[in-house]
């Protein structure tokens, strides 16, 4: 069974400093995803990360995969306040091997910048 | 272009009720998906649609769910005898194609239909 674990849970970040949060999974994958959730609303697709050793970047987020590891890391450099949300990564069992395209999902990662 | 629309945004019912939730899918993408989403935690697998078929209904918690496609577009999440458990948002997902390539395996979302039961 695919496990998707996050951490921390929470986090609080102060504006300008940089962070680092965690994706890990318990089985190969081929694919993984992270989505920003603002309150009240739904998800929001940031990055698709797809091969061993992806890195992709926009604005002061950047995603990257480690497939041997089972490990993502979301980096996030200056914080600021609009950076405020949960953000969760999806992951799913591996096409090649024949699985469908569902996605299991961690519990999510919420992050508060303060001043 | 018109991304995932669901509805209702909103519904409240009574225990033991049925209740219908409705998703459409971005024009052109053949596979859907349903999610529930309890509060604080993250979406749970339902149900996937390739094309009209359900290709995986493994999520679904028990046959008081059921969901149709059956003109490979709009789906239809049905819930019969509504119990307080059941109360979630409910998101529903569409990507491109489904299987055999992940670049076409993106999923967008809707905004969530959120259910309510007495």
């Known amino acids: 069974e695919l496990k998707v674990e996050q951490n921390p849970l929470f986090l609080s970040m102060q504006e300008g400093k940089n962070y680092t949060i965690y994706c890990n999974y318990s089985?190969?994958?081929?694919?993984l995803y992270w989505y920003r959730q603002d309150p009240g609303k739904s998800l929001e697709s940031l990055f698709v990360?797809?091969?061993?050793?992806a890195v992709k970047q926009e604005g002061r987020l950047m995603a990257s995969l480690d497939t041997k590891a089972r490990l993502s890391t979301l980096h996030i450099t200056a914080a600021v306040h609009d950076l405020s949300a949960t953000y969760f990564c999806a992951v799913g069992l591996p096409l090649y091997t024949g699985a469908n395209s569902k996605l299991t999902f961690g519990k999510g990662i919420t992050l508060s910048v303060r001043p | 272009g018109a991304g995932v629309s669901q509805t209702p945004s909103n519904k409240v019912t009574e225990k033991g009720k049925y209740v219908e939730l409705r998703c459409d899918p971005i024009s052109g993408h053949t596979a859907l998906y349903w999610y529930r989403q309890s509060l604080g935690q993250g979406p749970e697998f339902l149900i996937y649609f390739q094309g009209t078929g359900a290709a995986d209904d493994s999520g679904l918690p028990n046959d008081r769910f059921f969901a149709v496609r059956p003109e490979g577009s709009v789906s239809t999440l049905k819930i019969q005898r509504t119990e307080r458990g059941d109360s979630a948002v409910y998101l529903c997902?569409?990507?491109?194609?489904?299987?055999?390539?992940?670049?076409?395996?993106?999923?967008?979302f809707g905004p969530g239909t959120r259910l309510t039961v007495l």
């Open positions: 990360l797809l091969s061993n050793g």
């Open positions: 997902a569409s990507s491109f194609r489904g299987g055999a390539s992940s670049s076409y395996n993106e999923q967008f």
């Open positions: 089985t190969t994958s081929d694919r």
